[in-house]
């Protein structure tokens, strides 16, 4: 049975650990991060905010009851269906869903918010493009960080315990920040003989030009930006 590495933070590392089982995967769970909720005061954003953005589910399930209540009639542009489906269950009002791409959403929303003030639910630890074409297109963006993410670090014995003694054939990585964190994890002395033949599974170009440098020839790139398609590149390595 294939070994599959989840690096994700709970709980998202044990449902992908639950999809792999029903995949008939073996999984690992080991996240190298963990996020944490900031405090939001309801008040920081202007009463003439007309819509809402969020490109995380994270940011909605890290957001207090106060913020997600004062936010609830904004229409509210997700970055794609999982996203928007955790906003319905927010009870906001999901107004544009898009494909899963940042850019993706910025290009579809820019055009109808021109001259207008967004309020951007998002992480502290974000890439800074999505914000950057928004304000560049005449969109003033005001950032909400509802959460934060840290790096976990493991002791040897404790990664070597979870491990098993044996090594890992596939690891999933979602974001710039996992692939760097996998990549210190993989080059340790003590940990580096259970990734010598470990296939790396990226969701997107970015997050694979993060590892790139350290496993040349071992990348692989999912063909849309979601877990499905990243989970679909198992199958070719069987």
Known sequence: MMRVLVTRPEPAASRTAARLRELGFEPVVLPLSETRALPVTADIWPEDAAALVVTSANAIRHASADV????????CHAVGPKTAATARAAGLSVAEVGSGDAGQLAG??????IGRTVVYLCGRVRSPDFEAF???QGVKVLPVETYDTLPVDHP?????????????????????????????????????????E?????????????????FPGRLAVAGRLDEDALLALLNALE
């Open 134 to 136: 928004l304000a560049g």
């Open 108 to 113: 579809l929303i820019a055009p109808s918010l």
């Open 198 to 214: 470990t296939r790396i599974l990226t969701l997107s170009v970015r997050v694979a030009k993060a590892a790139s440098a350290v």
């Open 156 to 196: 040897g014995n404790v990664a070597a315990t979870r491990l098993a003694g044996r090594p890992v054939d596939a690891v999933l990585l979602y974001s710039a920040k996992a692939a760097q964190a996998y990549s210190a994890l993989a080059q340790r002395p003590e940990l580096a003989r259970y990734f010598e």
């Open 68 to 75: 997600l209540q004062r936010l609830k009639d904004l229409p």
